[in-house]
């Protein structure tokens, strides 16, 4: 893979947000999703110190539910990092720390989806998600 486009941007096409989930390297002694967290990127800035330019992100952390894979589905289960007061938890990192896109899958649970949610609303109408290692190559490898 030589190139890899991650998106934040308010209106994705003139409609809709689109902000894409990537890995976030943590820990580059662990392997796997052992040294990996999870964040959807709300946007790309970049700011000048001392002459230096800083190329950052502003992300929206998923806490990993558990130690381990899920045991009936192999894959990583994560959900939104939000404070006690319902805020989100968000932080700002250097994109050099932006490992790579992440896709997730939401834990659809047993009931019906309503029919207002639309295909935008993914990440923001459910508890939590499986990270989806068979989505391509790359992710099976870099994740699990």
């Known amino acids: ?10 209106l994705w096409r003139n409609t809709w947000a689109r902000n894409d989930c990537v890995f976030i390297s943590a820990d580059s002694d662990l392997e796997g999703m052992q040294g990996l967290e999870v964040a ?3 946007c790309f800035f970049s700011f000048r110190y001392r002459g230096d330019i800083y190329p950052c992100a ?20 994560v959900r939104p990092s939000v404070y006690e007061d319902d805020s989100r938890n968000l932080a700002v ?16 649970g047993s009931e019906f989806i309503p029919g207002h949610i639309k ?9 939590s998600y499986y990270v989806n290692k068979y989505a391509d190559h790359h992710s099976f490898e870099t994740a699990f």
């Open 58 to 77: 502003l992300i929206h952390w998923f806490d990993k539910v558990g130690d381990c894979a899920d045991e009936e589905t192999g894959m990583w289960i």
């Open 40 to 42: 959807r990127v709300i």
């Open 119 to 127: 295909f935008y609303h993914s990440y923001d109408a459910f508890l």
């Open 93 to 108: 990192v250097h994109i050099d720390t932006v490992y790579r896109a992440a896709h997730l899958i939401p834990n659809y």
């Open 1 to 10: 893979m030589r190139r890899e486009h991650i998106r934040a941007c308010p």
